[in-house]
């Protein structure tokens, strides 16, 4: 009997010394919340007069906005959530891409019907920067990908495609599945595919290829070339950069 007490003590006495240990534990875990939480505060309010000091060469400075969208990710800021408040006032950022994002629109809209839709973002850039002369600041690939993020409260209309040698705007409603991302990156470096090559690269059936092909035609993403030779040729015109597709691909249809 005296055993059997002594097992029973002994497990209450664990079941106390548990119950202690949980409640220490809660207690450390408030502490260091506390404290994460005040190296927070203390670091934003540190943001707030390092964007308030820089605020002239955050606007101006793409590789410095760059860098201090960075910092600002870090911590849980996000300078472009609102159009009111600190940031917003103290910046601009918030008008920056506004006024970005309606430049993108406007570029994509008026190249639609010879790109279908596709330009990539070095060719935006660059329209984007001869468009705006003297009264646009620099603006980095980076902006135009903060700029587009924040399009998609218009719908699926505005998306990036990420490519092997750098990225794709699609302007065009309806999103892109992993086939049709797998064909424009097969395509990227000479513009064009056929259902041979997805085949024969990608180890797809015939039907699988066509079908994904036939697809972006129908958007108009893609042009048919029936006289480059025995097989039929896809071409994508968002993927050329510095020519007018329509001058040297005559032949195509869409």
């Not at 007069?49 to 590789?63: G, L, P, Q, V």
């Not at 065009?172 to 990227?188: F, S, W, Y």
Request: hydrophobic share 40%; net charge positive.
């Amino acid at each position: 009997m005296a055993r059997r007490r002594a097992g029973i003590g002994a497990i209450n006495k664990g079941k106390i010394d548990k119950g202690r240990y949980s409640a220490k534990a809660t207690e450390i875990g408030e502490l260091e919340l506390s404290h994460v939480s005040g190296q927070l505060d203390t670091f934003r309010k540190q943001l707030e007069a390092f964007a308030t000091k820089h605020k002239s060469e955050i606007r101006k400075n793409a590789e410095f906005r760059g860098h201090f969208q960075q910092m600002c990710a870090r911590i849980g800021v996000d300078p472009l959530a609102s159009s009111k408040g600190f940031w917003a006032q103290t910046l601009g950022v918030g008008d920056f891409y506004y006024e970005l994002g309606v430049q993108i629109i406007e570029i994509c809209l008026a190249s639609r019907e010879r790109n279908g839709g596709l330009m990539s973002f070095h060719d935006l850039q660059r329209k984007v920067l001869a468009t705006s002369g003297k009264t646009r600041q620099d603006v980095s690939e980076d902006d135009l990908a903060r700029a587009i993020k924040k399009l998609k409260i218009l719908g699926a209309g505005f998306a990036v495609i990420p490519m092997k040698g750098g990225r794709l705007v699609q302007s065009v409603p309806g999103e892109l599945n992993m086939d049709h991302t797998a064909v424009l990156q097969k395509a990227e470096g000479s513009a064009h595919t056929s259902v041979c090559e997805l085949v024969k690269e990608l180890g797809w059936t015939e039907v699988r290829a066509k079908s994904i092909l036939d697809h972006l035609v129908h958007e108009g993403m893609a042009w048919v070339d029936d006289q480059g030779g025995p097989e039929r040729l896809y071409w994508f015109p968002g993927l050329f950069e510095t020519r007018d597709p329509s001058a040297s691909l005559s032949s195509l249809r869409m």
